[in-house]
């Protein structure tokens, strides 16, 4: 076990029962330390040892407060506290518990427009499930967004409507209300007033 105190005074008594003495660490602080604890290993430096092992411990990967990190982070508190996520049953997969294991997988973020989403909105966080996507691509992949089939291709009703040069409410309207088949809210001319 790795000492860094080297005695440098007398030992004293403190107690009936108890000796200290004066230490230099290899650091150059002087301290008093409890001779017993010293030759137990209970004390092997004047504190920096610990200091040093705790910012070791604390940056495992460097990378707090990148947008990385604080995404990760706002990933596993969803999934702990969140109804809408832990509610439904949406967790992050036992690797990606590990940051560092979450960045070597997804990697950077391309773009400070980019943040994480689900491909498959009803499974959780994976590698298989998750990729780097603008807010307006995941704002058409949520649960209250409308997907619709036709002419062999699946898209969102903001989509199609763009694609069919139609209003996104009224083509909802068509489908929701009248409920007419996709194909012809589709290709049904709206009528000019």
């Not at 460097?62 to 509610?87: D, F, Q, V």
Request: hydrophobic content about 30%.
């Amino acid at each position: 076990m790795e000492t860094r105190l080297k005695q440098i005074g007398q030992a004293f008594r403190t107690t009936k029962y108890r000796r200290s003495a004066v230490f230099e660490c290899i650091c150059g602080n002087k301290t008093v330390v409890d001779v017993s604890n010293f030759k137990h290993g209970q004390v092997r430096s004047c504190g920096c040892l610990s200091s040093e092992v705790t910012s070791t411990r604390n940056t495992s990967h460097g990378m707090s407060g990148t947008p990385e990190y604080e995404i990760w982070c706002g990933m596993l508190k969803r999934c702990k506290n969140h109804p809408g996520y832990a509610g439904r049953g949406i967790t992050v997969c036992p690797r990606w518990k590990d940051f560092t294991l979450f960045y070597s997988d997804m990697g950077p973020r391309p773009s400070s427009n980019h943040s994480v989403e689900r491909k498959d909105n009803d499974k959780g966080y994976d590698p298989t499930n998750c990729v780097w996507a603008t807010a307006a691509t995941q704002n058409r992949n949520t649960r209250r967004n409308m997907l619709l089939t036709a002419f062999g291709k699946t898209q969102c009703i903001q989509d199609w409507a763009k694609e069919v040069g139609m209003n996104r409410l009224t083509l909802r309207q068509r489908i929701v209300t009248y409920a007419w088949d996709v194909e012809t809210a589709l290709t049904t001319p709206v009528k000019r007033n």
